[in-house]
């Protein structure tokens, strides 16, 4: 009875998904443990995904109606964005002008929606800039993220706009002065233990 109960609640859900198409073959989606991978066929019983580690899962499609999914694939483009910091003294019209260049040269990067600068914050040891792009999908936004990271060390260095990383000073107030013993004193000092440790 409890096994007749599950496969029919899968095959309604099976049909719920061939109706509604919350995903569709070739989707790319997130399962709500963070199982992620790309639909490879939908059945009347369950769902068949494939990992990035080309590892093949089924699911019982009653999870897909019962469970959060996140979808990744669109009909409009994906947008990402870098994160970098900068030292304090950067020119910020440099930064955001070498940002927009090295998003403009991306052959994954589209040119519409345009790529964009956010200052996002004067940070503890930097000045944050983020960039925004978009791309066609997730597999392109992945690759592109990788690509401007690059280019940004690359650009940086040429331009001399240092990266920034956390630095700490440290200031040391004492309230009494560090006591000073004569060296002379010190070396008679020394003198009579040794003295008394010979006899």
């Not at 706009?161 to 013993?181: C, G, K, W, Y």
């Amino acid at each position: 009875g409890f096994g007749m109960q599950n496969i029919i609640g899968n095959f309604i859900s099976g049909i719920i998904l061939l109706f509604e198409r919350p995903m569709r073959v070739g989707d790319v989606i997130t399962l709500e443990d963070g199982t992620l991978g790309t639909v490879e066929k939908i059945s009347v019983r369950s769902t068949t995904i494939q990992t990035p580690d080309a590892i093949t899962i089924t699911v019982p499609n009653s999870k897909f109606v019962e469970s959060r999914i996140t979808n990744w694939t669109h009909k409009a483009p994906m947008r990402g964005f870098v994160r970098v910091g900068v030292a304090y003294g950067s020119d910020t019209n440099v930064v955001k002008k070498c940002l927009l260049e090295i998003a403009r040269q991306n052959s994954q990067v589209k040119t519409f929606p345009e790529p964009f600068v956010r200052f996002a914050e004067f940070g503890d040891s930097a000045l944050i800039f983020q960039l925004y792009y978009w791309a066609e999908d997730p597999g392109k936004r992945w690759f592109a993220q990788s690509e401007l990271n690059f280019a940004i060390d690359e650009v940086f260095r040429k331009n001399n706009i240092e990266i920034a990383f956390p630095q700490m000073d440290i200031h040391i107030r004492s309230t009494m002065p560090l006591p000073v013993q004569n060296t002379q004193e010190t070396i008679k000092q020394e003198e009579n233990q040794n003295k008394k440790d010979k006899n």
